[in-house]
């Protein structure tokens, strides 16, 4: 009776092993332009016979895909999954396609990461457009269609049949050509990371697995043997070193480093100013290179996990007796200043500098002034910027340094010529030079009160549509060097470079010399003349420019790795 009620209630439904693959060809079809670009440019050099090659993979990416879905075909289960999967398919689309994004693990982390005011740049009417036509309409046309499903033990027995057989005929294709597969996969491995809804849904797996596995993890002290040399350097005054965490800034365009447009008016200026030409840094998203560059890990031992649950450069430095502040305008830390004073300027109601919702850089400049009217100690400070932030970048900068136009005055690059995008991008590096600037003078204020010193660097590039790739976060082994080539600008005071024996020609000469992330956690104990066995004076970009070096103190046998 419960059969016929139901035919009279509604007329037709669609049995759920048809609606199975029907989603399964739209998720291909209409979700993965990326990912079929990708297919096409790769199996073109490696493969012998390309069209063959994509229709095997398709197959057997399409069986996988049914059977996936298919195995989610249970009442009241199916449509509550594939709902929020199609909606979360269509953004995930949309920034594969707009910005040429991977979605990995780490972009998820990323994401997590971010902030309510970074999420609010990427949210165009391109899309709201996407997530209405290719999300909200098909989730709403799939909660009205009515689907049947097997009410019979004939029809259960269907299912556990189709759920066994279409792997096996994906896995058939597969090793029909196995070689060929094989070759495709370890040569091409960024492939995965576009094919949706499988990129998204094991990248944010993997990433809460990652988090529950550490759940219970404690965090593992470095450092502890830290201190002064035995035959110390003994500067006449405190030493203050500042430093500036620049953000999406690419070291192509600092005029610096040779770039035809003017960046660096101000900074150009600078007596004994030096610009390191060839720096790499350790990831191309925020967090991943934040935590990167302060902790003790070097990029090809880093791992996000062990780094979160070690103590970094900050922690040691203020274990020796340094006072240590973060100064914060961009989406946080990332963990790195947990352990340290911190003052967070993003929100702060300031009508100078915040009148547009969010602070432009030069609030840390005030924040700076307020520490150094404090009693003189040693003291390290690290400014984190908004910098170069998109893909807003006309907001991250006052209009007076609008001197390259027209200016892409939107989030959604797609409206704007790459011209117009590297202008507004430009603009903003051009506001890093005057902050960057202004930070130099105002430590020259202070030559009666501190030895100083000012280290700048960029956190990860960015790309601005070259081979159509846009922001940044790209695999750090597939990225191009617009992400991964980032600037670094030093100043030493003179009374720094006379009590502290730094041969500035020496020093000069460094210029050229390939540096990377993997040296700040050196560099920054050396500033302060620091001893300890995780100190390792060749990977201090200052070592062979000092006189009289910090040395390693070898009472303390810790080791560098936990």
Not at 24 to 29: D, P, R, S, T, Y
């Amino acid at each position: 009776m419960r059969n016929v009620r139901n035919r009279s209630m509604v007329p037709w439904s669609l049995p759920d092993w048809l609606l199975s693959p029907l989603l399964a060809a739209c998720f291909l079809g209409f979700y993965n332009q990326r990912f079929w670009l990708e297919l096409a440019g790769a199996t073109a050099t490696s493969s012998d016979n390309p069209r063959l090659f994509m229709l095997a993979l398709t197959t057997a990416i399409f069986l996988l895909l049914t059977a996936a879905i298919h195995l989610f075909s249970i009442p009241y289960v199916y449509k509550l999954v594939l709902v929020p999967v199609i909606i979360l398919s269509a953004a995930a689309s949309h920034f594969c396609d707009a910005y040429g994004v991977y979605i990995t693990r780490d972009m998820m982390r990323n994401v997590f990461a971010t902030d309510p005011m970074e999420a609010g740049d990427l949210l165009t009417w391109p899309l709201g457009w996407r997530l209405l036509l290719w999300g909200i309409i098909p989730a709403w046309i799939l909660i009205k269609l009515p689907v049947s499903h097997p009410e019979d033990l004939a029809g259960y027995g269907r299912k556990i049949l189709i759920l066994l057989v279409l792997p096996l005929l994906a896995a058939g294709v597969v090793l029909g050509d196995y070689s060929q597969f094989a070759a495709f996969f370890r040569n091409n491995r960024q492939v995965k990371h576009v094919l949706i809804p499988s990129n998204y849904l094991y990248a944010t797996t993997s990433y809460f697995n990652r988090l529950y596995q550490n759940k219970n993890r404690t965090l593992v002290r470095i450092g502890v043997d830290v201190g002064k040399p035995k035959n110390p350097v003994m500067p006449r005054l405190p030493v203050l070193a500042v430093v500036v965490v620049g953000e999406t800034a690419r070291g192509q365009n600092f005029s610096l480093a040779g770039y035809g447009r003017t960046t660096n008016p101000r900074l150009s200026q600078v007596k004994d100013l030096l610009y390191f030409n060839n720096v790499s840094s350790c990831g191309t998203d925020t967090a991943i290179s934040l935590p990167c560059m302060f902790s003790l890990f070097d990029r090809d031992e880093y791992d996000a996990d062990k780094a979160k649950y070690q103590e970094n450069v900050l922690d040691v430095i203020q274990r020796a007796g340094v006072r240590v502040v973060w100064l914060e305008n961009q989406s946080g830390c990332k963990g790195v200043c947990d352990r340290v004073a911190q003052n967070i300027l993003t929100h702060k109601q300031d009508p100078t500098y915040c009148s547009t919702g969010e602070c432009h850089d030069e609030i840390l400049l005030q924040a700076l002034e307020q520490i150094l009217t404090d009693t003189p100690r040693d003291t390290l400070v690290v400014l984190h910027q908004m910098g170069s932030h998109g893909p807003a970048y006309y907001k991250r900068y006052p209009s007076k340094f609008e001197q390259f136009t027209p200016v892409c005055q939107s989030a959604d690059l797609n409206k704007c010529s790459r011209q117009e995008i590297v202008n507004a991008y430009d603009n903003t590096l051009l506001y890093t030079d005057h902050v960057l600037a202004s930070v130099i003078e105002l430590l020259q204020v202070q030559e009666n009160r501190y030895e100083s010193l000012m280290l700048y660097v960029s956190d990860h590039g960015e790309s601005l549509g070259e081979n159509n790739l846009y922001l940044h976060g790209i695999p750090y082994a597939l990225a191009p060097q617009e992400q991964t080539k980032v600037p670094m600008v030093m100043w030493l005071s003179e009374g720094y470079r006379r009590d502290f024996a730094v041969d500035f020609g020496h020093l000069s000469r460094q210029r050229e010399t390939p540096w990377s992330h993997d040296h700040l956690f050196s560099t920054l104990m050396g500033f302060f003349n620091l001893a300890s066995q995780v100190y390792r004076p060749q990977m201090d970009i200052l070592t062979g420019s000092r006189k009289a070096a910090p040395v390693t103190d070898p009472g303390n046998d810790i080791p560098r790795k936990p």
